[in-house]
């Protein structure tokens, strides 16, 4: 049995939380916010995000931050992107030397291109930075619906310490030491989902989603391994299984927010429709920053950020994407794959 700190009390902490307490572990979550904490305490039941799973009466709550990190073999970061270097930065004073900390938000810091383990390992750099990413809306894995994730680590022996701890009949997990490829996959699938989204929302077909799913995941690649990662991640569970989910489930809130959008709300209405962090719309602008810094094509990401920021009409952005310069579809993938081989373990 592990002691695990669940820092972050929305939809996904709340479903590790039910996870993690099924597998015999002493887990408490922490909120900053009493309210929610109390209602925790009371119902042992997220009410607001993850109505009807009920976390173990073990399971321990709390607003104090030196109660839920110290004594912690694990931590599990699970604030939405835009505070994870806050919330970093209020648990650093609590963690001890090689406490491993996990990451589960999805995001790229528009400020500093960095990803959130990088963020992560600055603030708190006495830390052991692990992430834990792929197919898994909360909603699903709070009801034991069987779930397939990957882990990703610097050292495998992290690696293999978390892919047990999270291990269980319905949630399996793989290994991977391309932490940066998860990263990359992670956060840029959520602008192609708000795309997908705003095609949904304009009334376009399977023909459309499917168009933006695959050359999606090809922006993203391009991309990520430009940046260094393996093209296996890519069209791996953490590339184009996350984006496939992403793009295609009504649970996924960057593909509802991008609906609203395509309707012809505003970023600003969608997101307080959604009632909850749209990870895409915060990633956008990074992914469009990264793609200018890289000199990496990347179309759809370009188009999604003329649609929020800029007040561009989606059907517009739509019809530019249709009108391109001719292109062929794939350039060669064994030059890319013979670039990018090397494993660290």
């Known amino acids: 049995m592990a002691k695990v700190g669940i820092i972050g009390a929305g939809s996904w902490g709340t479903a590790l939380a039910w996870l993690l307490g ?9 909120s900053i916010m009493e309210e929610e904490i109390k209602m925790l305490k009371e119902c042992h039941e997220q009410k607001e995000k993850l109505p009807g799973v009920i976390l173990k009466e073990e399971t321990e709550f ?11 073999d694990v931590l599990v970061l699970a604030v939405p992107s835009p505070f994870t270097r806050s919330t970093a930065a209020q648990m650093a004073p609590y963690v001890k030397e090689g406490q491993r900390i996990v990451n589960v938000a999805k995001g790229i810091e528009e400020k500093t291109l960095m990803t959130l383990s990088e963020a992560i390992q600055e603030e708190i750099p006495q830390g052991d930075v692990a992430v834990l990413s792929g197919p898994s809306h909360a909603e699903e894995v709070g009801k034991g619906i069987p779930t397939t994730i990957v882990v990703g680590a610097k050292d495998r022996e992290t690696a293999e310490y978390l892919q047990n701890l999270f291990m269980s009949s319905v949630f399996r997990v793989y290994i991977s030491s391309d932490v940066l490829g998860i990263e990359l996959g992670a956060a840029l699938k959520n602008v192609v989902a708000l795309a997908a989204g705003i095609a949904d929302g304009l009334g376009y077909g399977d023909n ?16 990520g391994i430009s940046m260094g990662g393996r093209i296996e991640t890519f069209y791996g569970l953490t590339g184009i299984g996350d984006l496939i989910v992403t793009c295609a489930s009504m649970h996924s809130r960057n593909r509802r927010a991008g609906i609203l959008i395509g309707q012809g709300a505003s970023m600003e209405e969608a997101m307080k429709e959604v009632k909850m962090v749209v ?10 920053a990264l793609s200018e810094k890289y000199h990496v094509s990347m179309p759809i990401i370009e188009q999604v950020n ?3 920021f800029e007040g561009m009409p989606a059907s517009d952005a739509v019809k530019e994407l249709m009108l391109r310069d001719k292109k062929v579809e794939n350039i060669d993938l064994r030059q890319l794959y013979q670039n990018s081989i090397e494993i660290p373990w």
């Open 208 to 223: 459309t989603k499917a168009a933006l799913i695959t050359r999606g995941i090809a922006e993203i690649a391009r991309l």
């Open 306 to 308: 003329r649609i929020l």
């Open 22 to 30: 099924n597998n015999q572990n002493q887990v408490t979550v922490w």
């Open 62 to 72: 709390t607003t104090n931050m030196e109660e839920a990190v110290s004594g912690k």
């Open 279 to 288: 990870e895409g719309v915060y990633s956008a602008k990074a992914g469009y």
